[in-house]
């Protein structure tokens, strides 16, 4: 199986652009989960979705971030205006069924950097 | 303030030490607490996994430790290896919501 797939690894983009982030969890996971890390605030769970609906998506910070899941296969966040303060590193990470005892598949990261 | 804090922020230890990491929480009720090791550009994995009932668990040369009590966990390594070096993030489970600590730091030199 070749894990959590994400992409683009690397985002450069300028304040005001929208950033679109890809995920594709592993197959048969039924579990989605978008976090954002920075050195000043640690991992922070955006939204989960379970069985491509969204569970919980307090942790959305603003209006300017938004996220689907259309199929079991794919998932995007999407940023819209894009500003500084969104620069941080986005993982996707996937899970059976989303439960506590669960382990999370993280992906390798989306290094996002806004100018 | 953060429901997990860890210490120490970031240490520097020599090749085949040991070292001991630390995670206090504030957390409630508990469920569960992880320990996940953060290789430099990569996403978390998770090491160990403990409940209320477990007070220690291994993985090689990781060691997790549980303290529901004070609400403490440790993780000690043993012989330290370079490809230790790493960020290791303790992450507390509440209620099906999670609270993440900021991470040590840990740097392994020859």
């Known amino acids: 199986d070749a894990g959590v797939i994400q992409s683009p690894r690397h985002e450069v983009t300028e304040m005001g652009q929208e950033v679109t982030l890809r995920c594709k969890p592993i197959?048969?996971?039924?579990?989605l989960f978008w976090y954002r890390q920075t050195m000043m605030r640690g991992l922070e769970l955006l939204i989960y979705?379970?069985?491509?609906?969204?569970?919980?998506d307090s942790g959305m910070p603003e209006d300017r971030f938004s996220a689907k899941m259309p199929n079991a296969s794919f998932s995007t966040l999407k940023i819209q205006p894009s500003e500084p303060r969104d620069s941080a590193v986005y993982f996707c990470?996937?899970?059976?069924?989303?439960?506590?005892?669960?382990?999370?598949?993280f992906g390798p990261g989306t290094r996002l950097l806004v100018l | 303030k953060n429901q997990v804090e860890q210490s120490p922020q970031s240490l520097i230890i020599l090749e085949g030490k040991n070292c001991t990491l630390q995670?206090?929480?504030?957390?409630?009720?508990?469920?569960?607490l992880r320990w996940y090791k953060q290789d430099t550009g990569r996403g978390p994995v998770s090491l160990t996994i403990?409940?209320?009932?477990?007070n220690t668990k291994s993985n090689g040369r990781y060691t997790a430790t549980l303290d529901a009590d004070t609400k403490q966990s440790s993780l000690h390594i043993t012989a330290s290896q370079l490809s230790d070096s790493a960020s290791y993030i303790c992450?507390?489970?509440?209620?099906?919501?999670?609270?993440f600590g900021k991470g040590n730091q840990v740097v392994v030199i020859p």
């Open positions: 990470a996937s899970s059976t069924t989303g439960g506590a005892m669960e382990t999370q598949y």
């Open positions: 403990m409940t209320f009932s477990e």
């Open positions: 992450v507390v489970s509440s209620n099906n919501r999670l609270a």
């Open positions: 995670c206090n929480y504030t957390v409630s009720p508990f469920s569960n």
């Open positions: 197959s048969g996971h039924n579990s």
């Open positions: 979705f379970n069985n491509n609906v969204p569970i919980d």
